[in-house]
């Protein structure tokens, strides 16, 4: 396997519409801001993976719009997979490099979530049309049973889970691509209207349009670029049934301690919390970054409830997770998961908006589906750990 | 490091009433048994196929991926037609990421009306009022093919008539009808100038592929089929801004892949091409340079074996034509009727196209 280093990362601003720019006008915002951070032209990059969910953009099959964004005559491979397609986009991207075939690749994710009138619905339309579609089952009705089962399993408490929103919304201060934007303190948060019992408004995404592009270089090319490139130490992707209903348990992200188990050995982590200085988790919901804290060994099981409340995954504390704000504050659904692993890069290279100091090793994370998918890439400032 | 096809599965291509997962479990199910290799054995699942509209579900690798086998497994989907999953599965078994994987595409177009989504596809600013479907961009194609070379309706017809014809002979072709250059000539008018019988029709189906690193190919099978060359590539989305008469994305996709495996159009001895079109037919064989441009015909009056499975005028299922063609190519193979081939898919209005090189 060939080594890999992320050398460029572009992000456009966050809103909740981006009507100032066409489908390949902010694919191009992103992908010029990648290739201004890399110090490369468009010319020096060989492929393209693209993502994004098309249910969620009012335009069905838009790679053929938005190549006109730099890949034409390039080969340029459109990956799709939920709520996971930006971080599987990324790992596209990723073995374009590693395979050898590429020296450079690009991975960009496009997604104007304010196209479609409501997200919630559009996502209703992937479960089963027999057995699950009529009980409304979308993102936020699982995560409100997760939510449910976590606090009778754990006594988990309202105020636990606000907590997480008030640390995400003060990391999201400081990141200036981020949409939702809000000094708030955890009374906020449990006063703001209920969305899906126990969630409320203040606990749950905002859906945003953006682009977000991350460029990957071969080993000997990413030396030449930059000096402070991340280095791709690892991925891992599983995919669980189809039905929500089948998971055995859903207190426990089982699928994702399975996956992560993978990534930490293939990558020689054994002691994640030590070993991993920052974490971008796929936490739209308050309760999925405890269940995601939990699932990855940061946590034991029950007791990431207390890690926002007592600062643990705060920038001072010694899990600090989303500092970028994360999904809380900014969800351009299928190009998410390449914010996550955008910001790990930049906290590896030194440069995020809201940096944490001393970042060698940062974990980007996705989930998708009903609960169905996770992808994990790890980056690191080493080589090898 | 080569890598192999080491099984094949393909299933019924026509209207499914059924669950569909249950079509794409059939495709997987007849590859492993074909590889004599169970689902445990798989380590990465590499889907290939049409999103929410096209498929008829939002995110449809959700209901895919449990039937494919993926379950708790590395698992991923390149949202085209499925032939563009076979270099991402070729890059991570390359990578070394993964030692056996499966490719598999799926096409469900009887589930939606496919031309009223393709609509959706087209930009909201310049096209999407012109309500294209496919098939009208199919047919701007041709028209301006026909123009610009004086390719006649007769021999256009003779491209349908030998790809029935081949099509009678494949057990998993769709359209099994024999007709004659007469008979297309006195069809119904679909959309100008393209005849009814010169457009792919629709229809269902499923196919997988289980592809391994050389030297665990050997051991799964003796002769697998070798994955020698790939390439892919996109052409310009603004029709006015392409070459109408030609297919451009297809001719770069076809240099690519030549060039990785170190081969010219001289050294194949079969071909399987994604002609949606009677005029794509001819298009697609001068792009992959088999012939001069306007000049395709040249291959129908020669033995030069072109789509033995009946192509995708007999068998286009929205999503995996690509594959299905590929699978043919892979058992001709197989079988000792060629040695090595190539074989071609196109999506979008002959926008984005994959070449793919298979040899003994």
């Given at each position: 396997m060939k080594r890999v280093a992320i050398v460029g990362v572009g992000q456009t601003k966050f809103r909740t519409r981006r009507d100032d720019k066409t489908h390949p006008e902010l694919t191009y915002e992103a992908m010029k801001k990648a290739l201004d951070h890399a110090n490369l032209e468009l010319k020096d990059i060989e492929a393209i993976a693209y993502g994004t969910m098309d249910p969620f953009d009012g335009i069905y099959c838009p790679e053929r719009w938005d190549v006109t964004s730099g890949g034409v005559g390039k080969p340029f491979m459109k990956i799709s997979t939920g709520g996971t397609t930006g971080l599987t986009t990324g790992l596209?991207?990723?073995?374009?490099?590693?395979?050898?075939?590429?020296?450079?690749?690009?991975?960009?994710?496009?997604?104007?979530?304010?196209?479609?009138?409501?997200?919630?619905?559009?996502?209703?339309?992937?479960?089963?049309?027999?057995?699950?579609?009529?009980?409304?089952?979308?993102?936020?009705?699982?995560?409100?049973?997760?939510?449910?089962?976590?606090?009778?399993?754990?006594?988990?408490?309202?105020?636990?889970?606000?907590?997480?929103?008030?640390?995400?919304?003060?990391?999201?201060?400081?990141?200036?691509?981020?949409?939702?934007k809000l000094d708030i303190g955890v009374e906020e948060v449990l006063n703001s209207p209920m969305i899906c019992s126990p969630l409320k408004l203040l606990e749950c995404c905002p859906r945003s349009d953006g682009a977000v592009a991350v460029i990957f270089a071969s080993e000997e090319v990413a030396k030449k670029i930059r000096d402070n490139p991340a280095w791709v130490l690892g991925e891992a992707t599983i995919s669980d049934n189809y039905y929500a209903g089948d998971r055995?348990?859903?207190?426990?992200?089982?699928?994702?301690?399975?996956?992560?188990?993978?990534?930490?050995?293939?990558?020689?982590?054994?002691?994640?919390?030590?070993?991993?200085?920052?974490?971008?988790?796929?936490?739209?919901?308050?309760?999925?970054?405890?269940?995601?804290?939990?699932?990855?060994?940061?946590?034991?099981?029950?007791?990431?409830?207390?890690?926002?409340?007592?600062?643990?995954?705060?920038?001072?504390g010694d899990m600090p997770t989303n500092p970028s704000?994360?999904?809380?504050?900014?969800?351009?659904?299928?190009?998410?998961?390449?914010?996550?692993?955008?910001?790990?890069?930049?906290?590896?290279?030194?440069?995020?908006?809201?940096?944490?100091?001393?970042?060698?090793?940062?974990?980007?994370?996705?989930?998708?589906?009903?609960?169905q998918f996770h992808t994990l890439m790890l980056v690191s400032s080493k080589k090898k750990l | 490091m080569k890598i192999g096809i080491v099984g094949v599965g393909i299933t019924e291509f026509r209207i499914h009433e059924e669950p569909f997962y249950n079509v794409a479990y059939q495709a997987a199910k007849t590859a492993m048994k074909d590889a004599g290799i169970e689902r445990r054995e798989i380590d990465s699942f590499i889907l290939g196929g049409y999103d929410s509209l096209g498929v008829g579900r939002t995110i449809s690798n959700m209901y895919v991926a449990p039937a494919a086998g993926g379950y708790l497994r590395h698992e991923i989907r390149v949202a085209d037609d499925?032939?563009?999953?076979?270099?991402?599965?070729?890059?991570?078994?390359?990578?070394?990421?993964?030692?056996?994987?499966?490719?598999?595409?799926?096409?469900?177009?009887?589930?939606?009306?496919?031309?009223?989504?393709?609509?959706?596809?087209?930009?909201?600013?310049?096209?999407?009022?012109?309500?294209?479907?496919?098939?009208?961009?199919?047919?701007?194609?041709?028209?301006?093919?026909?123009?610009?070379?004086?390719?006649?309706?007769?021999?256009?017809?003779?491209?349908?008539?030998?790809?029935?014809?081949?099509?009678?002979?494949?057990?998993?072709?769709?359209?099994?009808?024999?007709?004659?250059?007469?008979?297309?000539?006195?069809?119904?008018?679909?959309?100008?100038?393209?005849?009814?019988?010169?457009?792919?029709?629709?229809?269902?189906?499923?196919?997988?592929?289980?592809?391994?690193?050389?030297?665990?190919?050997?051991?799964?099978?003796?002769?697998?089929?070798?994955?020698?060359?790939?390439?892919?590539?996109?052409?310009?989305?603004?029709?006015?801004?392409?070459?109408?008469?030609?297919?451009?994305?297809?001719?770069?996709?076809?240099?690519?892949?030549?060039?990785?495996?170190?081969?010219?159009?001289?050294?194949?001895?079969?071909?399987?091409?994604?002609?949606?079109?009677?005029?794509?037919h001819f298009m697609i064989l001068e792009a992959l340079g088999f012939a001069d441009y306007g000049s395709g015909k040249e291959l129908l009056d020669s033995d030069f074996p072109v789509n033995k499975s009946g192509g995708a005028l007999c068998t286009n299922a929205y999503g995996s034509t690509g594959m299905f063609l590929m699978a043919n190519l892979a058992m001709q193979i197989r079988n000792g009727e060629a040695e090595r081939g190539i074989t071609h898919a196109i999506s979008g209005i002959g926008q984005n196209s994959v070449v793919c090189v298979l040899s003994k």
């Open positions: 596209a991207a990723y073995e374009h490099v590693a395979s050898g075939m590429f020296d450079i690749a690009m991975a960009v994710c496009t997604q104007r979530v304010g196209e479609c009138v409501d997200a919630q619905p559009v996502l209703n339309t992937a479960v089963c049309p027999i057995y699950e579609r009529h009980s409304g089952a979308g993102a936020i009705s699982v995560a409100a049973i997760q939510a449910t089962v976590h606090m009778a399993k754990y006594g988990t408490t309202e105020e636990d889970l606000a907590w997480v929103s008030v640390k995400d919304h003060q990391n999201a201060l400081k990141n200036p691509n981020a949409h939702v055995p348990d859903l207190s426990h992200w089982d699928t994702l301690s399975i996956a992560g188990r993978r990534l930490f050995r293939h990558a020689g982590i054994d002691n994640p919390i030590k070993d991993i200085d920052v974490a971008e988790l796929y936490s739209p919901f308050t309760i999925q970054e405890v269940l995601e804290l939990e699932a990855l060994g940061f946590a034991k099981k029950g007791e990431g409830k207390k890690f926002a409340k007592e600062g643990i995954t705060f920038p001072d704000g994360g999904v809380m504050c900014t969800n351009p659904i299928g190009a998410t998961g390449l914010v996550r692993l955008a910001e790990a890069s930049l906290q590896v290279m030194g440069e995020a908006s809201n940096q944490i100091p001393d970042v060698s090793t940062a974990l980007a994370h996705a989930w998708g589906g009903t609960l | 499925a032939a563009f999953s076979i270099p991402l599965a070729f890059m991570r078994i390359k990578s070394g990421l993964s030692d056996v994987a499966i490719a598999l595409g799926f096409g469900h177009s009887s589930e939606t009306p496919v031309e009223l989504v393709e609509v959706q596809s087209l930009d909201p600013l310049f096209h999407r009022d012109l309500k294209l479907a496919p098939q009208m961009g199919y047919a701007m194609q041709s028209y301006a093919y026909r123009n610009a070379y004086n390719v006649s309706e007769e021999d256009l017809a003779e491209a349908v008539v030998k790809d029935r014809k081949n099509a009678m002979k494949n057990d998993y072709a769709y359209v099994k009808e024999e007709t004659s250059v007469e008979e297309v000539l006195n069809s119904d008018m679909a959309v100008y100038p393209l005849r009814e019988p010169e457009i792919a029709k629709w229809c269902d189906g499923c196919v997988a592929f289980i592809l391994a690193e050389e030297t665990i190919a050997r051991r799964i099978n003796p002769d697998p089929v070798w994955i020698g060359g790939l390439g892919w590539s996109y052409d310009n989305y603004f029709l006015g801004a392409r070459e109408l008469d030609k297919l451009n994305s297809t001719k770069l996709a076809a240099e690519k892949a030549y060039k990785m495996a170190g081969i010219r159009s001289e050294d194949v001895d079969s071909v399987e091409i994604m002609d949606l079109t009677s005029d794509y």
